[in-house]
């Protein structure tokens, strides 16, 4: 069985002023990629994950996409 998935966390720091956003994505039980809105960008835990946040790091859209996502935790 093969299972992909991603979980986004919404962490709050003194109401809505500070908010962080932390997305994990998970391959058969092992999280290879993550962005965090305070590093601003993807990383990598596996060979996959790193060829992944290469790629997605090099891409302006994807990663303002994810940034932006951080005002939606806040409404």
């Not at 991603?6 to 999280?31: P, S």
């Not at 060829?51 to 302006?60: I, V």
Request: glycine content about 6%.
């Amino acid at each position: 069985v093969f299972q992909w998935m991603h979980k986004a966390d919404c962490l709050f720091i003194n109401g809505t002023e500070k908010v962080r956003l932390v997305v994990r994505f998970i391959y058969n039980r092992e999280q290879f990629l993550t962005f965090d809105s305070d590093v601003g960008n993807f990383v990598g835990f596996t060979p996959l994950g790193e060829k992944n946040a290469k790629k997605c790091n090099s891409d302006p859209a994807t990663v303002e996409f994810m940034r932006s996502h951080v005002d939606r935790c806040r409404h």
